[in-house]
């Protein structure tokens, strides 16, 4: 598995290969002009939003209509869990936020990442920026799986479909549309610490492209 400088993603590349999102640490794969996984808004079905609980004030994020977050069966009924999941989709949703707006120093990034996730991020957002770039269309997230070993830690599984996902040009609004194919699906490991507010950050993002855990 490689660590990706950034979330949750690949860089733009002079051609349109695919893009990979979710702020982790990049590989030798992540180029500019890709597809993207962890574009953003949420489904009102599937969303684990609902259920979370509010009290740390968390900030609302209000991604572009051509943005969206599907994620797939991302409630266990337990509260804890639930909670890692909760704020693990809001950062996936910040990340795109930042990422449309072009803005590496957006507040919300600081409050779902923290440590080197945290600088990862804002480096991601920033090659997109640099090349003119934002993204657009439906990312899915599903196979969620928790682990809570301590009081306020917890590692985190998911898989993401990006293939209706796609880096589009600021300026002219075309996107990059690239074909489906294994690598449109990916695996991401993370580990989440939760912060005096309650909030769980996510500390460390790890994926990997194509893994066949994630592919149909």
Not at 146 to 172: H, I, N, P, Q
Request: charged share 25%; aromatic share 8%; net charge positive.
């Amino acid at each position: 598995m490689k660590r990706r400088p950034l979330p949750v993603a690949a860089a733009l590349a002079a051609t349109a290969a695919l893009l990979l999102t979710a702020c982790g640490s990049g590989d030798a794969d992540s180029k500019a002009n890709d597809k993207i996984a962890g574009v953003g808004g949420t489904d009102d079905t599937a969303s684990p939003h609902a259920t979370a609980s509010n009290s740390a004030q968390r900030p609302k994020i209000t991604l572009p209509n051509d943005v969206t977050n599907v994620f797939e069966g991302w409630k266990t009924g337990d509260a804890t869990k639930d909670a890692v999941l909760t704020d693990a989709s809001r950062r996936i949703d910040a990340l795109a936020y930042a990422i449309t707006q072009g803005d590496t120093d957006e507040p919300v990034l600081g409050y779902y990442y923290k440590g080197d996730a945290l600088v990862g991020a804002s480096q991601w957002v920033k090659e997109f920026a640099d090349a003119k770039k934002s993204m657009t269309g439906e990312t899915r997230y599903f196979n969620p799986r928790v682990d809570l070993y301590a009081t306020s830690r917890a590692t985190l599984t998911y898989c993401s479909f990006e293939g209706k996902a796609f880096v589009k040009d600021r300026e002219s609004g075309k996107a990059d549309k690239t074909p489906v194919t294994d690598r449109s699906y990916l695996l991401y490991s993370t580990r989440l610490e939760k912060n005096a507010k309650g909030v769980w950050q996510t500390a460390v993002l790890n994926s990997e492209r194509g893994n066949k855990a994630c592919t149909p």
